[in-house]
């Protein structure tokens, strides 16, 4: 009797006995794992699964964690002097040997079934991860009343001629909460606020500080 096996993306025809490399297990040496990926079991009455065989099994002790031949990949670019890269790469393996192969009750053996090393540790990230991306909602919870005070008090800078919520808010953020503030500036401090909000000119061309002296007497 033999059976058709899939892990780690490939497919294994196997027998009882049999002594084979596969991609990586999250197992050690000596453990007994089950693959009940079965794609097919053969014999005197074969079984084609749909795209598994329901209840089947394979069973296996794992031998070793090994390494498999070295791959070697040369790159070489032309028209590039001295562009070449030579890599090596060893493909991380498990050794097993095949113990048994179940027809049937494969779901109810109790055997640890065997799962890729990648599978483990995608789980626990998959786990971690909304506790990472829940952080921040909590700590912005917490900033907001803080930002509410600096412009309780501050005037109505959308008065000024082409300001708007975004401008004002920009304004707030560098120091500026009223017109009495805007209308003792010096050209000093236009050309500073100018340089620190990236206003290009706006505040002579739309004449803030003649506005705000205006407004403060208002």
Do not use: C
């Not at 990586?24 to 009940?36: C, H, I, M, P, S």
């Not at 483990?120 to 919870?141: H, L, Y």
């Not at 401008?167 to 017109?179: A, C, D, H, N, Q």
């Amino acid at each position: 009797m033999f059976a058709v096996l899939k892990t780690g993306g490939k497919q294994y025809k196997v027998q009882a006995g049999d002594t084979l490399r596969v991609e990586k297990l999250a197992a050690d040496a000596g453990e007994t794992v089950q693959f009940n990926d079965v794609l097919m079991l053969g014999g005197d009455s074969p079984v084609v699964g749909a795209p598994f065989v329901k209840d089947a099994g394979v069973q296996a002790e794992v031998i070793d964690q090994i390494k498999g031949e070295k791959v070697i990949n040369f790159v070489k670019r032309r028209r590039k002097h001295s562009s070449k890269r030579t890599k090596g790469h060893r493909q991380k393996l498990t050794l097993i040997k095949v113990t048994d192969i179940l027809a049937s009750g494969a779901d109810k053996s109790g055997v640890k079934a065997a799962m890729g090393a990648g599978s483990v540790s995608a789980t626990a990230v998959e786990a971690e991860a909304p506790k990472k991306k829940a952080a921040p909602k909590a700590e912005a919870k917490a900033d907001a009343p803080a930002a509410a005070p600096a412009a309780a008090g501050a005037d109505d800078l959308k008065k000024l001629s082409g300001v708007g919520p975004a401008l004002e808010k920009k304004l707030i953020e560098g120091g500026v909460t009223s017109f009495a503030q805007i209308a003792a500036w010096t050209e000093e401090d236009v050309a500073a606020m100018d340089e620190k909000l990236s206003f290009k000119g706006r505040i002579e061309r739309e004449g803030w500080i003649e506005q705000a002296k205006e407004l403060t007497k208002g």
